[in-house]
């Protein structure tokens, strides 16, 4: 696929359902309220719809969803990678609109992580299984947060990166988290306490590590023709791509590199534009090397300068040089499972002038004109860049 959309497509509804704490409602729910708040942002009825795009949830996803949702779409996707699925899942749509075999695209995603924990329905994941690659690194205790430590480590190692340079991470998203009411954490925090909480993988110590949480996300994606229908200013997608890069650590050449570095480059070069255009990053953070690694693979910084860039807030809506993560990421904004899609949802609000006390604004104090999402899969396994723009 040439990822290649020009302005051909366009995303008009973007909504979040109740998220945080949400005991009683379940996967279904949530994903059905976030796609009925969609569609009314964005002003459409759901008989407009003809594509559909799910993972995560179903035997047969996203058949289950598209059924529980009053949905008979003639174009789907269940591409599923990780936190990354969303922006390949808008790549993919983009793409189908393009070329005429849909005219509009709802991706919608629900999770109950947290309830159902609480609940005993389910316990934290040890690790993805113990089959295929996996059964070579299962047995040793390779979990997810381990592989993501190790590589952190490596990066520390090669380049002199500093636990209170990662810590800056935690602590510039929550300091973005504080002015958005719909983030589960809002107090602020310092370095300090980010580096004397509990260790859960050398070096992240709890606040390194992405919350917990409920809740969905929606986002719906246009052919130019029905913009005009919509309600909302249209957010144009611009460029995408879109890279798998290993399952298995040992088949990861360098842990200091993440395939945002290829999915960012394709994304900028299709797109036309260059990193240092872009006014702001909503970049998947279950961890904060993500963060880190991220910018530096996207080119807003050099490799191994991640850590120096993150210092002296530059990652902060309010006078950030880069703000990234403007509602507080996974970190503390919420983190319900694969959040890709929470990232496009933040960049659209950011780009329609639509995000509160959190709202960008360029010197000028004009609305932010470029945005990118990029989101994470597995323990750097994928990723998929979007560019977007007004």
């Known amino acids: 696929m040439s990822a290649v959309t020009g302005r051909q497509a366009a995303i008009v509804g973007v909504a979040l359902s109740d998220c945080g704490r949400v005991d009683e409602a379940t996967p279904y729910a949530l994903h059905a309220q976030a796609a009925r708040r969609a569609l009314a942002d964005a002003g459409l ?3 407009a719809i003809d594509g559909f795009a799910s993972a995560g949830l179903g035997t047969l996803a996203p058949a289950e969803v598209a059924e529980y949702l009053g949905l008979r779409p003639t174009w789907v ?20 609109i393009a070329a005429g075999h849909a005219r509009a695209v709802l991706l919608v995603y629900g999770s109950t992580a947290r309830a159902d924990i609480r609940a005993g329905r389910r316990t934290g994941t040890l690790s993805y299984g113990a089959r295929g690659p996996l059964q070579f690194e299962a047995p040793y205790g390779h979990t997810l947060i381990a592989k993501y430590a190790m590589a952190a480590r490596r990066h520390m190692h090669e380049y002199g990166t500093t636990i209170e340079q990662l810590a800056e991470v935690a602590v510039q998203a929550r300091a973005n988290a ?9 107090d602020p925090i310092t370095v300090d306490e980010v580096l004397s909480g509990p260790v859960i993988a050398d070096p992240f110590t709890k606040l390194h590590c ?3 949480s409920d809740g969905g996300a929606a986002v719906l994606l246009v052919a130019r023709d029905l913009v005009r229908d919509c309600r909302t200013r249209p957010v144009w997608v611009l460029g995408t791509g879109e890279h798998v890069s290993h399952t298995t650590m040992s088949e990861w050449p360098d842990f200091t590199f993440s395939p945002a570095a290829v999915s960012g480059r394709l994304a ?16 998947y953070d279950a961890f904060t090397y993500m963060t880190l690694v991220t910018l530096e693979d996207l080119g807003f910084c050099a490799k191994g300068e991640g850590g120096a860039f993150v210092e002296k807030g530059r990652l902060l809506v309010r006078g950030g040089e880069l703000p990234v993560n403007t509602d507080g990421g996974g970190l503390s904004a919420q983190h319900p499972g694969m959040r890709g899609l929470f990232l496009l949802v933040e960049a659209v609000r950011q780009l ?39």
């Open 352 to 390: 329609r002038g639509e995000a509160g006390d959190r709202q960008v604004r360029l010197r000028d104090g004009a609305l932010p004109r470029l945005g990118v999402a990029s989101g994470t899969g597995g323990w750097f396994c994928s990723s998929g860049t979007v560019v977007l723009g007004r």
């Open 210 to 212: 992405c919350i917990r």
């Open 178 to 186: 504080a002015a958005n009411p719909e983030a589960m954490f809002r």
């Open 45 to 47: 009825d759901r008989s």
């Open 268 to 283: 900028f070069g299709r797109a036309g534009v260059r990193p240092e255009e872009i006014d702001f990053a909503e970049l």
């Open 77 to 96: 996707d269940s591409t599923s990678v990780g936190g990354s699925t969303w922006e390949v899942m808008a790549a993919h749509a983009a793409e189908a």
